[in-house]
T-cell receptor, first 115, second 111 residues
């Protein structure tokens, strides 16, 4: 596809349930970012991949959050034992190259609601 | 760590009025990017500023990067209803790959 694709678009989970969110970046994009966006806030950084290497995971809020990009393309963000405070929109963004000054292309996001 | 503050949080204008949002960083930036997010949508890249004192224009939008590379502004002349959305700045500094987003300014245009 032409853009960054995320699935599912909406996810409702019961507290304690595990969820997996998928991101399919633009083909050939080296860098991939995950963000969490709460209502009325800007995107908050979670983790960054350069190809298959997870170079920065400093934004992951707890050890319940795990991300992977095993073949350097599709990425999955997994949240174990979901809590109500995990409710947010999870955005994925990709950029063509590594390094600074790279334009990020965002997916439509996955809106996670934890009941 | 790096912090990026953005003001105002909300701005209501009548169609045709001008609008400005301001972005301030706690540290010197290597570059700053601006994004627009329509209601229910995702952030879309508008522009990137790299040089000290840089000014760029896109039709009715004017973007500035401060001389000290710690602040930036976006000015929209004669707003239209299509300008409605939240405008975010995102700054990168110190060779970091990770941009820090401001909280955003939500623009509401009344016809």
């Amino acid at each position: 596809g032409a853009g960054v694709s995320q699935s599912p678009r909406y996810k409702v989970a019961k507290r304690g349930q595990d969820v997996a969110l998928r991101c399919d970046p633009i083909s050939g994009h080296v860098s991939l970012f995950w963000y969490q966006q709460a209502l009325g806030q800007g995107p908050e950084f979670l983790t960054y991949f350069q190809n298959e290497a997870q170079l920065d995971k400093s934004g992951l809020p707890s050890d319940r959050f795990f991300a992977e990009r095993p073949e350097g393309s599709v990425s999955t963000l997994k949240i174990q034992r979901t809590q109500q405070e995990d409710s947010a929109v999870y955005l994925c963004a990709s950029s063509l190259a590594s390094g600074t000054r790279n334009i990020q292309y965002f997916g439509a996001g996955t809106r996670l609601s934890v009941l | 760590g790096q912090q990026v503050m953005q003001i105002p949080q909300y701005q209501h204008v009548q169609e045709g009025e001008d609008f400005t949002t301001y972005c301030n960083s706690s540290t010197t930036l290597s570059n700053i990017q601006w994004y627009k997010q329509r209601p229910g949508g995702h952030p879309v890249f508008l522009i990137q500023l790299v040089k000290s004192g840089e000014v760029k224009k896109q039709k009715r939008l004017t973007f500035q990067f401060g001389e000290a590379k710690k602040n930036s502004s976006l000015h929209i002349t004669a707003t239209q209803t299509t300008d409605v959305g939240t405008y975010f700045c995102a700054g990168q500094g110190g060779g970091s790959y990770i941009p820090t987003f401001g909280r955003g300014t939500s623009l509401i245009v009344h016809p």
